[in-house]
Structures are given as structure tokens and as C-alpha cells.
């Protein structure tokens, strides 16, 4: 009687037997519930994504490394002030003080006043020297003027001289001449009056020129004493501006605008030539940046600058490079 129930082909002889596994039989060590996933980096989509923001990110930070290069910073930096130093240029007891530390002042303002009793002594003295050396100016140019006309009065002596020279000298020749072609003809006395006239002629004449020289001599006299004169003026006038120069310093002002700091000065005090009495801070100030020398490489005067004070927090102010 045959079997009706089936019957398992069997491998042929001499080949590997096959065992098939059912579709819904999980591998050994796995979780039933676990499902099998592909990986995200085998996406291409992830990659072309991935691929853009790293792009993006290099070129961001490339960007951002072009651009802060052009900007340095430091925090070695402090406010800069050039301080004037107020001092007299003369000695002196002080007697007002017009200011108080941290006033603040104008150009012009007066700060100190000194006693200057001694340098309006100086001045006096000196406008007196101008006055005696004008006068002294003033003679010389009028003996300049009595010369002049003393000198034109012995030259028209000299003319008058002259020509009573020549007169005696040929009414000498003419008798001198008449005698020799006729002995006769004129007494010998005559002649004789004629050589002495024409003597006395001469002799005037000669006295007359020689004060004209006189004369000529005292108008150069004059005349340097004029100039002697001019040269004592001018010293007595650079005297004289030397002490209102004087007179002026026993008032001290302020050069700038500013506020005063380190007063030293009191009303009494007897001060000397060079003696600091205040300080003058002035109202510019600067900031002093001390960078590295490759931090200067792309820096320039007139690039813009942005100052941070720590005593300001929050507050930035605008400036620029200046050296």
C-alpha cells in the first residue's frame, strides 16, 4: 500500500545540501523588534548637503579672517596730555592768586599777579634815557641847521674874498704892465699901493676859505652828533621796551584754554625766575596705543579708530590714527 504523504527530494549524491531559511527568520543576536536601516552618509542628498555648509562654513571663515585681519586692538593704551607748566620770568613777592585747582580757565585769563613796583621804577628810568637822548637829537639837528647857514655865509665870504682877490690882482697887472712899456706914466707909489692891496685881497681870501672849512667841518660835527644822537635813541628805546616786557611779565595769563592743576602759589610767596606755581592741563587729549610691531603692518594716519574706556563702560568713542 502506498504512502500518501510527501516525500523530500533529496540532493543528488556528491553535492552541498541546501537549507533554505524562511523569509521571517531573524539573524542570531538581533533584537526582534529592530529594523534593518541604510546609512545616512550612503544618501547622496546628505552628502550634496553636508558638502554645501562645509563649503559655506570655509567660506565664512575665510571671509571673516580677510576682514579682522584689517583691524588690530590693544589694551596697552592710556590718555596722553602735554602739561603746561606755568613759572614767572621774573622775581618778585606774589601778590594776588586769581585761580584755585581745577578751574577752568581761557587764554588770556589772568592767574598771577606779582609786585611790580621795581619794573615800573625801570620803566620810568628808561622812558626818561629816551627823553634826554630825543632831546639830545633835537639840539644836534638845529646846530645841523646853524652850521648849514654858517657854512653858506663863509662860502659867500669866499665868493666876496675871491673877487677882491682878482680885482687887486689885475689892477696890480695893469699898472705892473703900464710901468714896464712907460716908467713914467705911473708913480712908482701907485704900484706899490696896488701889490698891497692885491696882498690884503689875497690874505682875505685865504682867511675867508679857511673858515668856510671851519664851517664845513662843525656841519659834520653836527651831523654826527645827530647820528650819535638817533643810535642812543634807538638803545633807549629797546630799553625802554625791555622794561614794559618786564612790567608786563609781573602778570601772569593763561597761554590756552585748559584747567588748572598742582598750584603751588600763595599771596607772599617770593618767587623766582623758573619757579613752577601751577599746571595748565590742556582741554585736547590723545589716547598713546603701544602695539606690536606686526600689528602695524596695514595701519595708516587717518584710519578710523574706535576707543573703549574702562572707566565708561558701554560707551565707545570715534577717532583715528594720528602718528
Known amino acids: 500500500m502506498a504512502d500518501d504523504k510527501p516525500q523530500q527530494a533529496q540532493p543528488p549524491q556528491g553535492q552541498p545540501q541546501q537549507t533554505q531559511k524562511p523569509a521571517d527568520q531573524k539573524p542570531p543576536g538581533r533584537k526582534p523588534d529592530e529594523k534593518d536601516k541604510p546609512s545616512p552618509f550612503r544618501n547622496p542628498l546628505v552628502l550634496v548637503v553636508g558638502g554645501i555648509v562645509l563649503a559655506a562654513v570655509a567660506v565664512g571663515a575665510l571671509l571673516f579672517w580677510l576682514d579682522a585681519r ?32 581745577n578751574q577752568a580757565v581761557q587764554p588770556g585769563q589772568p592767574l598771577v599777579k606779582i ?65 714896464r712899456a712907460d716908467p713914467g706914466a705911473v708913480a712908482q707909489q701907485e704900484v706899490d699901493q696896488a701889490i698891497a692891496q692885491a696882498r690884503s685881497a689875497n690874505a682875505q681870501l685865504a682867511g675867508a676859505q ?33 622794561a614794559d616786557i618786564n612790567l608786563g611779565y609781573a602778570s601772569l595769563a593763561a597761554p590756552m584754554a585748559g584747567t588748572i592743576a598742582q598750584k603751588t602759589v600763595a599771596p607772599g610767596n617770593y618767587v623766582q625766575p623758573g619757579t613752577q606755581l601751577m599746571a595748565i592741563v590742556p582741554l585736547q587729549v ?27 563702560p558701554g560707551r565707545m568713542r570715534s577717532s583715528w590714527v594720528s602718528l
Open 70 to 101: 584689517r583691524y588690530e586692538g590693544t589694551d596697552d593704551a592710556f590718555v596722553d596730555v602735554q602739561i603746561v607748566r606755568v613759572a614767572p620770568q621774573i622775581a618778585g613777592q606774589v601778590i594776588q592768586v586769581l585761580v584755585t585747582d
Open 115 to 179: 609786585d611790580s613796583a621795581d619794573a615800573q621804577t625801570r620803566v620810568a628810568e628808561a622812558a626818561a634815557k629816551r627823553a634826554q637822548a630825543q632831546a639830545q637829537v633835537d639840539n644836534a639837528r638845529v646846530q645841523v641847521a646853524s652850521a648849514a647857514d654858517a657854512y653858506a655865509q663863509a662860502r659867500a665870504d669866499v665868493a666876496a674874498a675871491k673877487a677882491q682877490a682878482d680885482k687887486a690882482a689885475s689892477d696890480l697887472g695893469r699898472y705892473t704892465s703900464v710901468q
Open 210 to 242: 679857511k673858515a668856510a672849512s671851519t664851517r664845513a667841518d662843525q656841519v659834520q660835527a653836527a651831523k654826527t652828533q645827530v647820528d650819535s644822537g638817533e643810535q642812543q635813541v634807538k638803545a633807549a628805546e629797546s630799553e625802554l621796551q625791555a
Open 286 to 312: 590723545w589716547i598713546t596705543a603701544n602695539y606690536k610691531e606686526t600689528q602695524l603692518d596695514l595701519m595708516r594716519p587717518g584710519q578710523a579708530v574706535q576707543v573703549k574706556v574702562d572707566a565708561c
